[in-house]
């Protein structure tokens, strides 16, 4: 079982940076990929990034690529994602998500092994 706990989001201004961290619980998190979901209001749940259990592969949604980065600790059982030259359109309810499949599987579809509760980012234009 693992549990997932996101922090870090807030209200910012437009061109300015936040950082999400999701720290998990339960000893196998360094086999699961991790991902980033985004839920806007009267939208989709869609995806924004992933990254590999060893870290070494990351792929990005086109639309936070060169903004969003996303990195892992294994040590700390936490993955976290930094986002860069925000805009208004970035706010959204950020999810993480831990999966055994890759980080191209997870970027296809909605279905993920574990779900965090949600932080709330608001980027004010």
């Known amino acids: 079982q693992v549990q997932l706990v996101e922090s870090g989001g807030g209200l910012v201004q437009a061109g300015g940076s936040l950082r999400l961290s999701c720290a998990a619980s339960g000893r196998i998190f360094s086999y699961y990929a991790m991902g980033w979901f985004r839920q806007a209001p009267g939208k989709e749940r869609e995806f924004v990034a992933a990254?590999?259990?060893?870290?070494?592969?990351?792929y990005y949604a086109d639309s936070v690529k060169g903004r969003f980065t996303i990195s892992r600790d294994n040590a700390k059982n936490t993955v976290y994602l930094q986002m860069n030259r925000l805009k208004a359109e970035d706010t959204a309810v950020y999810y993480c998500?831990?999966?055994?499949?890759?980080?191209?599987?997870?970027?296809?579809?909605?279905?993920?092994?574990?779900w965090g509760q949600g932080t709330q980012v608001s980027v004010s234009s």
């Open positions: 998500a831990a999966d055994r499949a890759s980080v191209y599987v997870m970027g296809s579809r909605s279905e993920h092994d574990y």
């Open positions: 990254i590999a259990w060893s870290g070494t592969t990351t």
